[in-house]
């Protein structure tokens, strides 16, 4: 569990500005992901990455952009074109050799004011 | 894409009797099946997967089954303990390359009253 980690715990943001979400690990894990979780909905995929400098569109990427400069942080902005962006955030990492377990970060809730 | 149906969504079992969760997937091509326990304001933990060659899978008091015809599967938690109260998600990938898109379903709230 503590492979992964995600700043802040809690963001408040106003309409119109664009925030960013950051997601470390240490796992040496090439793929990472970003989750959007609602209440009463299960997790939808926002954007996921396979490997450093390459990334793709999940179900739900309108509004959100990611970069992956590094292989440890997969950060993601949630810009003023999501229309509504008050969840749950959470960030993932999977392995290589064969592994496919998706391991999660505490998730991060963002509330606009 | 893929869709995944979970039923029921919320649950309450007296403690020490068993816990049935049922998904569905619409993707033929799906080959690997994880459910995750999520407690309140908590991260997503993987209890147990199973991988579309095995029919089913079983750790203690957890077990997965798997009808690749029908397209579903579920999660069995016989003798239920108070611990075991939270929200369950099934999900459904086709598992290749280094990336798993995993796509989930909406939930089962557990609830193990004594």
């Known amino acids: 569990d503590g492979g992964i980690t995600q700043s802040p715990k809690y963001l408040f943001r106003k309409e119109g500005q664009n925030v960013t979400l950051s997601c470390e690990q240490n796992?040496?894990?090439?793929?990472m992901y970003w989750y959007r979780q609602d209440p009463g909905q299960g997790l939808r995929l926002i954007y996921y990455s396979q490997i450093v400098n390459d990334f793709q569109k999940g179900d739900i990427a309108e509004g959100y952009s990611v970069s992956r400069e590094k292989k440890e942080s997969f950060p993601l902005t949630v810009t003023s074109a999501q229309k509504n962006p008050t969840a749950f955030y959470l960030c993932?990492?999977?392995?290589?050799?064969?592994?496919?377990?998706?391991?999660f970060g505490p998730g991060t809730r963002l509330t606009v004011l | 894409g893929e869709n995944v149906e979970q039923h029921p969504s919320t649950l309450s079992v007296q403690e020490g009797d068993s816990a049935v969760i049922k998904c569905t997937y619409s993707d033929s091509a799906s080959n690997y099946f994880p459910w995750y326990k999520q407690e309140l304001g908590k991260r997503p933990q993987l209890i147990i997967d199973?991988?579309?060659?095995?029919g089913e899978k079983k750790d203690q008091r957890i077990a997965v089954t798997l009808n690749k015809t029908a397209k579903h599967f579920s999660l069995h938690i016989t003798e239920t303990q108070p611990e075991d109260s939270a929200v369950y998600f099934c999900a459904a990938s086709k598992g290749t390359g280094t990336a798993s898109k995993l796509t989930f379903g909406t939930g089962t709230r557990l609830q193990v009253t004594l």
């Open positions: 796992l040496n894990h090439d793929a």
């Open positions: 199973i991988r579309s060659n095995v």
């Open positions: 993932a990492s999977s392995g290589t050799s064969g592994s496919i377990e998706q391991f």
